[in-house]
């Protein structure tokens, strides 16, 4: 459009005024809104046209008569193409698209709101702009900011994110704090800025749809159509699906095979199977020497003992057995001692890490309360390992 206004406002000759009313055209074909605008400019092409570059002769002058009327009415053909809907529906577009960041002036509710009364707005707006009822400016686009903003609002934990940051996806969604995303999904709908499915919502108030309806999915790869089709069609479906199961049986009868032969092939195909299967329970059990806890895994392991080196204790089922398989002072018992250490090691490394993921959980919620919790949340295991990793250094 500002290049349309600098090509008028710098024409020199006809052809600079046809080239203003080729962007112009492009313009609008791109922003349907920019209709008025793109009439009032071509008004003003046609009065440059006739007062700036009329011919003295009356062959020119006619001509230039001819094309303003056919610029004339270019004009009201491309306003009258883009606008399709009513006053009403276009005023409705133009007020939802301008308040699409205020999820509850979209829904015109308050923010005090219920969740019953966000459900009745939602449901009230949903049937006047669905893009197969409404034929306005942007019905699709205005479809899915209504469904975005009553998907955020409908659910607890987005509203409160909402309400208290401006963006559904609390701290992270500020602005200046945006980070990009090669694509995630937000439950309970799908992922609010690159794949809303309005269908999914407007289906779940209307029990499956309005007969012959097509809902429109919104997608990174533009609109699909789904279609919901009426009771007499899903009847010719499921008549054709029986037909087609019937056809299949037919067939298999028709070509019956040697069960006995089919058998002994699927049990020949089995014997590897089952061989592992019997050599597997009927093998004897490898022989546990220790555990890090008394009765976990296995019950018995009553005796106390500890490492030499860093102290670590571990259970044994009797001393007197475990001295003589791994004879104190050995390379044996050593061997087995620094084992033992490394499974202590690596059990306290794993319970750190979930102690610290819990804690940051807690700091991190959007509850006050748990962000207190979690400032005295304690992490016994990560105290243990940091003295384990002490004696280590010694």
Known sequence: MDIANEKLSSAKSPDDLDSALKFAKKAVKLNASLASDVAKLVQKIQRKK??????????????????EATASRTAQETKKEYVKGTA??????????????????????????????IKKAYRKLA??????????????????????????????????????????????????????????????????????DPREIFNMFFGGGMP??????????????????SSQQRARQQQR?????????????????????AFTRN??????????????????????????????????????LQTKKLEVPYYVKSKAQFDKSFTPGTFNRQRMEQTIERDYQGMLENSCLYERGTKERMLRSYSRDQREKGKTYEMPHCERLKELRRKMMR
């Open 241 to 261: 699906y029986r037909e087609n199961r019937s056809d299949s049986s037919n067939r298999r009868q028709s070509e019956p095979e040697d069960l006995a032969s």
């Open 267 to 304: 049990f020949m195909q089995m014997i590897p199977i089952l061989l592992f299967l019997f050599l597997w329970a009927f093998s004897p059990a490898p022989e546990v020497h220790y555990q890090l806890f008394q009765d976990s895994p296995n019950s018995g392991y009553t005796t106390k």
């Open 50 to 67: 006739a007062s700036g570059f009329a011919s003295s002769s009356s062959a020119a002058r006619g001509e230039a008569r001819a094309k």
């Open 127 to 196: 049937v006047k702009i669905h893009p197969d009822k409404c034929q306005g400016t942007g019905a699709e686009e205005a479809f899915k900011i209504v469904s975005k903003a009553f998907a955020c609002l409908s659910d607890a934990e987005k509203r409160a994110a909402y309400d208290r940051y401006g963006s559904e996806e609390g701290p992270q969604g500020m602005p200046g704090m945006r980070r990009r995303h090669a694509g995630q999904a937000h439950s309970p709908f799908g992922g609010f800025d690159d794949d809303i």
């Open 212 to 229: 012959g309806v097509r809902f429109h999915t919104f997608g990174g790869n533009g609109f699909h159509s789904h279609g919901f089709h």
């Open 88 to 117: 009403e529906q276009e005023k409705l577009m133009r007020e939802i698209q301008a308040k699409k960041n205020d999820y509850y002036a979209v829904l015109s509710v308050e923010r005090t709101a219920t969740e019953n009364e």
